[in-house]
Nanobody, 115 residues
Framework: QVQVQEYGGGLVQTGGSLRLSCVTSQPAFSRTLMLWHRQAPGKERESIASISPNGDPIDYLPAVKGRFTISRDNAKNTVYLQMNNLKPEDTAVYYC????????WGQGTQVTVSS
């Protein structure tokens, strides 16, 4: 079973930056479309960014477009999410997954943005 592990979250002030990483055990990672998702308290999980197997960003949630950048390193089986100009509404647990998504999810990484 493929495993993913997200890390890099933390507590930052409004306007700050964080870089999230997601490491996967997917042996076909270089052929796998990847997404970042987030789930805020009391809300459903939402997809926020996607990237093609060769590293081209595909789409961003409008609320994060221009502030977040998705990238990947196929040699390291890792996908990244650079988050700049963070806002309190970005507070959530952030997850990565493949597309089509696996049924199981990692533990995610908590991002908290203080006002």
């Amino acid at each position: 079973q493929v495993q993913v592990q997200e890390y890099g979250g933390g507590l930052v002030q409004t306007g700050g930056s964080l870089r999230l990483s997601c490491v996967t055990s997917q042996p076909a990672f270089s052929r796998t479309l990847m997404l970042w998702h987030r789930q805020a308290p009391g809300k459903e999980r939402e997809s926020i960014a996607s990237i093609s197997p060769n590293g081209d960003p595909i789409d961003y949630l409008p609320a994060v477009k221009g502030r977040f950048t998705i990238s990947r390193d196929n040699a390291k089986n890792t996908v990244y999410l650079q988050m700049n100009n963070l806002k309190p509404e970005d507070t959530a647990v952030y997850y990565c997954n493949e597309y089509p998504p696996m049924n199981h999810w990692g533990q995610g990484t908590q991002v908290t943005v203080s006002s």
